[in-house]
């Protein structure tokens, strides 16, 4: 499922972190999330979990991955920068480490 109907989905009784959550690309490629960054009227705010995230999604607020969105291999970054373009639709929740709780 996209990221996007992931944020859409009733947050859950154990978060996790965002990091915690296995993705990947269009083309097939690793990715991991590290947070999402919100603007609000009271400033940005970066939810580094998921059930923030989804709590930010709820209230109509858009997110952007910034730097926080990152090529990975054997859950180690292999390349960063900056996702600029729309990229809800276009990054794949394919699973989860649950390890990685909250």
Known sequence: MSLREYLIQSPSQTDMSLRSLTLCSKSGATLLLEGLTFKGSEGEFVAR???TAKEHF????????????????????????????????EVFVIGSDESFRA
Do not use: C, M, Q, S
């Open 49 to 51: 979990t998921v059930n």
């Open 58 to 89: 709820a209230k109509g607020l858009e997110p952007w991955a910034g730097w926080n969105l990152h090529y990975a291999k054997g859950g180690k970054i292999t390349a960063g920068f900056a996702w600029e373009k729309p990229f809800l639709d």
